[in-house]
């Protein structure tokens, strides 16, 4: 029986059992376009979703107006180990709801969805990275052991079949429980992962293009760490894919 029918099967089956509702305002989907499936269509126009590249060194989307520059005011004092990075969008709104989401554990369709999303998007940029292999910022085994959810091996997991090249989850591993991000200052971020990561083989990523998944990128700190753990172990160059990127 093919895949196809058997999941419109499975999800006529579903949405009997539970209408669908909207991801994010929780209004009922039955009327809305199929391809908005998860979020209803006015959730999904205010994601304000740009085809815009944004700015190639950190994934900042910076408007129609901002000057064409190899870095943006956001990332000009940085240096990164990774090359280039794309986002869907700035993290605000409605996009960051999104992410919320995503990081709760019935957040798995989301996440498929919106990588679906970025994959039909980011395309062409994409494939011109001409990457060999996926790889994911990691958790800490304490916090896997907790329950909690890892969006970005989710989110790897389904680009590295939308991209046809493997996605070595294993490959980085955090080796120190660190404090969350999100609550310190960029400098004390960059000192909290800055011997945080680890890699488990190096045979299979020397003189390789990697692309370094990540839910949201703010200060960059995250994935330099783990782009300079890969370059050091002998990967050729790293992109970095994330949802969102957080600003300021
Ligand atoms: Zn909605
Ligand atoms: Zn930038």
Same mark, same amino acid.
């Given at each position: 029986?093919?895949?196809?029918?058997?999941?419109?099967?499975?999800?006529?089956?579903?949405?009997?059992?539970?209408?669908?509702?909207?991801?994010?305002?929780?209004?009922?989907?039955?009327?809305?376009?199929? *391809?908005?499936?998860? =979020?209803?269509? %006015?959730?999904? #126009?205010? +994601?304000?979703?740009?085809? $815009?590249?944004? !700015?190639?060194? @950190?994934?900042?989307?910076?408007?129609?107006?901002?000057?064409?520059?190899?870095?943006?005011?956001?990332?000009?004092?940085?240096?990164?180990?990774?090359?280039?990075?794309?986002?869907?969008?700035?993290?605000?709104?409605?996009?960051?709801?999104?992410?919320?989401?995503?990081?709760?554990?019935?957040?798995?369709?989301?996440?498929? *969805?919106?990588?679906? =999303?970025?994959? %039909?998007?980011? #395309?062409? +940029?994409?494939?011109?990275? $001409?990457?060999? !292999?996926?790889? @994911?910022?990691?958790?800490?085994?304490?916090?896997?052991?907790?329950?909690?959810?890892?969006?970005?091996?989710?989110?790897?997991?389904?680009?590295?079949?939308?991209?046809?090249?493997?996605?070595?989850?294993?490959?980085?591993?955090?080796?120190?429980?660190?404090?969350?991000?999100?609550?310190?200052?960029?400098?004390?971020?960059?000192?909290?992962?800055?011997?945080?990561?680890?890699?488990?083989?190096?045979?299979?990523?020397?003189?390789?293009?990697?692309?370094?998944?990540?839910?949201?990128?703010?200060?960059?700190?995250?994935?330099?760490?783990?782009?300079?753990?890969?370059?050091?172990?002998?990967?050729?160059?790293?992109?970095?894919?994330?949802?969102?990127?957080?600003?300021?």
């Amino acid at each position: 029986m093919p895949t196809q029918f058997i999941k419109q099967f499975t999800d006529a089956a579903l949405d009997l059992v539970y209408p669908p509702s909207c991801g994010l305002c929780h209004c009922s989907l039955e009327q809305q376009a199929p *391809q908005h499936r998860l =979020l209803c269509d %006015d959730c999904f #126009q205010k +994601l304000d979703l740009t085809e $815009d590249r944004g !700015c190639p060194s @950190c994934g900042a989307k910076l408007g129609p107006f901002a000057p064409l520059t190899p870095k943006c005011v956001h990332c000009r004092n940085d240096r990164f180990a990774f090359r280039e990075v794309v986002s869907l969008g700035n993290y605000q709104g409605e996009l960051k709801a999104v992410c919320l989401q995503c990081k709760e554990v019935h957040g798995h369709h989301l996440v498929q *969805q919106f990588c679906d =999303l970025f994959f %039909d998007r980011h #395309q062409d +940029l994409l494939e011109n990275w $001409d990457i060999d !292999c996926l790889a @994911c910022v990691p958790q800490h085994w304490r916090k896997r052991f907790r329950g909690a959810y890892n969006t970005s091996a989710e989110l790897a997991e389904r680009m590295s079949r939308r991209l046809q090249k493997p996605f070595l989850r294993q490959l980085l591993v955090k080796k120190q429980h660190t404090s969350d991000q999100a609550g310190l200052l960029p400098s004390h971020r960059r000192k909290n992962v800055k011997n945080a990561f680890g890699i488990t083989s190096d045979r299979l990523i020397q003189g390789r293009r990697i692309l370094l998944i990540d839910d949201v990128l703010t200060t960059g700190s995250t994935a330099d760490a783990c782009s300079r753990v890969l370059k050091k172990a002998g990967a050729d160059e790293i992109f970095v894919a994330v949802l969102a990127r957080g600003l300021g």
